[in-house]
């Protein structure tokens, strides 16, 4: 099991000096700093901590949750403690999904570098590995976790121990005897090699080794004819196959030999099945691979609701990562509440509770660093503004000042626009959305009046050639404001809105909405508004035809109701089906809204902008999204559940108890297709149960269609317990035998954890005939 990750570890200096461990400062709040001993393990995949050294040591996180690692400078909290800490001495790591991130303070910048180095380096090595290096080094600390004495060997009671920390129920007469077969040096233990052995033969695929022997004729290897038939019997591919096929047995076929004869190996076919060409996830829909050039309201984009919190809505945290981990997860509208702070500055928090308070320029400064890092496309900045006169023009200088050129403040071409422009065309923009006193027409005829007023009065200046009268200066400035401009400067003291503000509005100004006919006699394209989610739901009910219409000419954005004072969600589909381009989420909070948010968005490269179906994108649609019937074949989705492999255990369970898997496919879409079933337990088998069940489903909108796998820890004496999901769009799953990758509550790799099934989307005339 040598890997480059070994090597480093006994050669590269930082981590060398992180195995031997250091005192590092832990700090959690301003009042809790605390001296810990932290060290990186031998295996060079976790970092343990301790009181002090040489004291009773406990994991701290591993190598595999870390995201990466930021300079002090960048940390909210230890900025806070700067007089206190030097910056340069302070580091953060910043883990994958939702959970908080660590910051520590070494005792020198020398040491602090060594572990960002180190760190970085670690993070960077497992981010390269590919599929074969992951299982080793997903074996690596399971035998690290198995030896419980750290002798280098395995004994047959900690190999017993560790496949029910396995999930594996055996038999112990089967058990010893796949022991004693991979015990080649006969030592009564198994070292590293022979461990990997014993795991193999723990392994076996039957249901892969049967479906690989019905299309072999030798039952040892695929032709490359064998190959191909598979390929387009039961995968479903139609395109140049023959290429495909010798494609993929050059990219998985372990063998030389192998490669040079075009035939694929059980090994190799095994590989196939599990890369992410065997993925359900089809890897055309991964790239950026939709029109990115139609208006901006044709298309979803993925919007975060109060995204300075981080817990809930009533006394939770505002910090600046909520930004961060929003844009960087590929959110591209975030909310910004912002209300009159001390010092004439701005503050962002959620208003008339208990949250804490940041500075609205540090938000603007945190989505100018981290605006595009995810994606090219253009962010929304939806400001919700409550602050005075004075501090809306301190908001509309550190927008101007911060963002710089990133900022959009006029029209793409200084002409009247005719629709919204596309995100190809604004890639690298960051527009406001808000309130505004005037129209974009009003603005444009404003500003030409005033070119043309200045060219004039520049005529009359030279005629005159010499300095003008004060009066007469006021009398000729007083001549350059136009009507519009003159009006707002009249308005000062009586408006709530400042001028300067209102100006950097440009495409995306919001109104109020009273009904679908006012919105289509009043109001312009670039004019949008806002829904609650129980508005917005019963528009859905009550006029899902027009909301459609609506939704193919103008933005909406829909927000959760104001009683989720837990951050908790809703369902988006609901809005999706009815063309609502903003739907905004509670980002902070897990669950299956997210998942089925995530999976949208995961498609298209994860730039945060998904195509609407063509249906939605029609001003003159008849599509009603709770009853499209009339408009759609029905299809039928068949999925075949077959077996499940290394499921990972419940963490409330106890150490000796094995989960009772069971899979629950659910549908999300059009209130038609919206089902769920389920197989049945498989009774105390995490490792690789099986089901072997055939669930049915019947789609009329398969454009609109989220598909969940959940894998649940049957109990009965209470609600099942979650193991892993995975969600996607239906227009983006491959047909026939997949793996699919589990991924945890955060939406995190459970690697290796997977469910092998076999799927098939067809015309319900198909299989009737």
């Not at 191909?228 to 993929?248: C, I, N």
């Not at 030389?256 to 060409?277: A, W």
């Not at 006919?517 to 899902?544: D, N, P, R």
């Not at 038609?672 to 995490?686: F, H, I, L, M, S």
Request: glycine fraction near 6%.
């Amino acid at each position: 099991m040598a890997s480059l990750l070994q090597s480093r570890l006994t050669t590269d200096e930082d981590l060398l000096l992180m195995q031997e461990g250091m005192l590092i400062r832990k700090v959690r709040t301003k009042s809790w700093k605390k001296l810990r001993y932290f060290r990186l393990q031998n295996d060079g995949m976790t970092v343990w901590h301790a009181r002090q050294a040489g004291g009773s040591a406990k994991p701290t996180f591993s190598i595999s949750d870390v995201e990466t690692v930021r300079e002090g400078h960048d940390s909210e909290l230890l900025r806070s403690l700067a007089e206190e800490f030097p910056l340069e001495q302070g580091f953060t790591i910043v883990f994958h999904g939702r959970r908080a991130n660590l910051d520590l303070v070494a005792n020198s910048v020398e040491e602090a570098e060594v572990w960002m180095r180190g760190l970085q380096l670690l993070v960077d090595l497992v981010a390269s590995m590919d599929q074969q290096e992951r299982l080793d080094q997903w074996l690596n600390d399971w035998f690290q976790r198995g030896d419980k004495n750290q002798d280098g060997r395995m004994t047959f009671q900690e190999v017993q121990r560790l496949l029910r920390l396995m999930n594996v129920e055996m038999d112990q007469e089967y058990a010893l005897s796949l022991f004693q077969a991979a015990d080649t040096s006969q030592s009564e233990t198994l070292e590293g090699d022979e461990f990997v052995h014993f795991y193999k033969a723990l392994t076996e695929r039957a249901e892969v080794q049967e479906l690989f022997e019905s299309f072999s004729a030798d039952g040892q290897k695929l032709t490359l004819l064998e190959f191909v038939d598979f390929l387009q019997e039961k995968q479903k591919e139609t395109d140049h196959v023959s290429d495909l096929a010798l494609e993929f047995i050059n990219r998985y076929e372990p063998s030389e030999s192998g490669k040079l004869r075009h035939v694929l190996s059980m090994d190799g076919f095994l590989s196939y099945l599990c890369s992410k060409d065997g993925d359900i996830f089809n890897p055309a829909c991964l790239p950026i691979y939709q029109d990115m050039t139609q208006p901006l309201n044709h298309y979803f984009i993925n919007s975060s609701h109060n995204t300075y919190l981080v817990k809930d809505q009533l006394y939770g945290q505002s910090s600046v990562e909520g930004y961060i981990r929003a844009l960087k997860r590929g959110c591209r509208c975030v909310e910004v509440d912002i209300w009159d702070g001390p010092n004439g500055e701005p503050i962002v928090y959620h208003g008339h509770t208990l949250t804490s308070r940041i500075l609205f320029k540090d938000v603007v400064a945190t989505v100018a660093q981290y605006a595009f890092q995810t994606s090219d496309y253009p962010v929304i900045l939806s400001l919700e503004n409550h602050c005075s006169w004075e501090q809306q023009q301190t908001m509309a200088y550190h927008l101007t000042e911060i963002l710089g050129e990133q900022l959009l403040s006029a029209t793409l071409d200084g002409q009247p626009p005719i629709q919204l422009p596309s995100p190809e065309d604004l890639r690298w923009k960051i527009l406001v959305k808000g309130k505004k006193l005037s129209t974009l027409e009003e603005d444009l005829e404003g500003e030409e009046e005033e070119e043309k007023t200045e060219t004039e009065l520049e005529g009359k200046e030279a005629e005159l050639g010499m300095a003008m009268h004060p009066e007469m200066e006021t009398e000729l400035e007083t001549q350059k404001l136009s009507p519009l401009r003159k009006d707002i400067k009249e308005k000062k003291f009586t408006s709530v809105l400042c001028p300067a503000l209102s100006a950097l509005v440009v495409y995306l100004k919001s109104v109020t909405f009273h009904n679908f006919t006012h919105s289509k006699e009043h109001y312009h394209f670039y004019e949008m508004s806002s829904f609650s989610e129980t508005k917005a739901k019963s528009l859905v009910k009550e006029a899902g035809n027009e909301f459609v219409q609506h939704n193919a000419w103008q933005l909406s954005r829909v927000y959760p109701s104001g009683l989720r004072t837990d951050s908790s969600n809703f369902n988006p589909q609901e809005l999706w089906n009815a063309g609502c381009q903003l739907v905004a989420m509670n980002v902070q909070t897990a669950g299956p809204e997210m998942d089925i948010c995530d999976g949208l968005f995961r498609q298209n490269g994860g730039c945060g902008y998904v195509l609407k179906p063509d249906f939605l994108r029609d001003t003159q649609s008849s599509f009603h999204p709770e009853r499209p019937i009339n408009t759609f074949k029905p299809r039928l989705l068949l999925i075949q559940v077959i077996s499940g492999q290394q499921l990972p255990k419940v963490k409330k369970t106890k150490e000796g108890s094995i989960v009772d898997p069971l899979v629950k496919v659910q549908i999300f879409g059009t209130r038609p297709d919206t089902a769920q079933q389920e197989t049945n337990y498989v009774d105390n088998n995490g490792f690789n149960p099986h089901w072997g069940e055939t669930l049915r489903f019947r789609v009329l909108v398969p454009e609109l269609a989220m598909l969940r796998f959940v894998v649940k820890d049957y109990d009965w004496k209470s609600r099942d317990d979650f193991i892993g999901q995975y969600t996607l769009p239906l227009t983006c799953m491959q047909q026939g035998y997949r793996h699919i990758h589990l991924l945890s509550k955060d939406g995190t790799s459970l690697h290796p954890a997977s469910i092998f099934v076999y799927t098939c989307l067809q015309e319900e005339e198909e299989v009737e005939s």
